[in-house]
T-cell receptor
Framework: GAVVSQHPSWVICKSGTSVKIECRSL??????MFWYRQFPKQSLMLMAT?????????EQGVEKDKFLINHASLTLSTLTVTSAHPEDSSFYIC???????????????FGNGTRLTVT | GNSVTQMEGPVTLSEEAFLTINCTYT??????LFWYVQYPGEGLQLLLK?????DKGSNKGFEATYRKETTSFHLEKGSVQVSDSAVYFC?????????????FGKGMKLTVNP
């Protein structure tokens, strides 16, 4: 079945550095991908909607310059956390929408998430 | 705004016990409702969904009915198995700003013991 690969699964970085997280749709072309952030014991919060070939749409309160999203191809979206700080430590999850008719009943596929720890 | 409130865990049950996970929602308009499941080490997967009032979603022995009058979408299973141990998320989907967005509840961790 359709799979979304998210890499890395976990990363530790020093404060002030930047970290890139990749989200790939492996067997379908995703014109739309979503990035979520999950705090401990909290729900998944939508950060931004990533559309191939255009600028991402960010949710209110999410800093565009802090969380750079690039959706350069139909199978890849990247989230870069720039100048990371300890408060950016969190679990980041991507999902990709399969637009094909066969996926009508279940179009969203999620990555396994990335655990970011900023020291 | 749109929101989802669900039971918070963690919950531990014995095998073959009855499971109910409560979920209520607040939404303007008529959302679609979902239950997602996250097994250990895996990404979220769609468990079941309902797109309009009185619809019942079902899968793998789980059921949930879209109740508009009580704005609820409670998840039930008559007899849980060890393999049902996972985190369960209730969610709603609405079209906002021309795009469809999912709003999740906090998730509830279920552990089923043999």
């Amino acid at each position: 079945g359709a799979v979304v690969s998210q890499h890395p699964s976990w990363v530790i970085c020093k404060s002030g550095t930047s970290v890139k997280i990749e989200c790939r749709s492996l067997d379908f072309q995703a014109t739309t991908m979503f990035w979520y952030r999950q705090f401990p014991k909290q729900s998944l919060m939508l950060m931004a909607t990533s559309n191939e070939g255009s600028k991402a749409t960010y949710e209110q309160g999410v800093e565009k310059d802090k969380f750079l999203i690039n959706h350069a191809s139909l199978t890849l979206s990247t989230l870069t956390v720039t100048s990371a700080h300890p408060e950016d430590s969190s679990f980041y999850i991507c999902s990709a929408k399969d637009p094909s008719p066969s996926a009508y009943n279940s179009p969203l596929h999620f990555g396994n998430g990335t655990r970011l720890t900023v020291t | 705004g749109n929101s989802v409130t669900q039971m918070e865990g963690p919950v531990t049950l014995s095998e073959e016990a009855f499971l109910t996970i409560n979920c209520t929602y607040t939404a303007t308009g008529y959302p679609s409702l979902f239950w997602y499941v996250q097994y250990p080490g895996e990404g979220l997967q769609l468990l079941l969904k309902a797109t309009k009032a009185d619809d019942k979603g079902s899968n793998k022995g789980f059921e949930a009915t879209y109740r508009k009058e009580t704005t609820s979408f409670h998840l039930e299973k008559g007899s849980v198995q060890v393999s049902d141990s996972a985190v369960y998320f209730c969610a709603l989907s609405m079209v906002q700003g021309g795009s469809e967005k999912l709003v999740f509840g906090k998730g509830m961790k279920l552990t089923v013991n043999p």
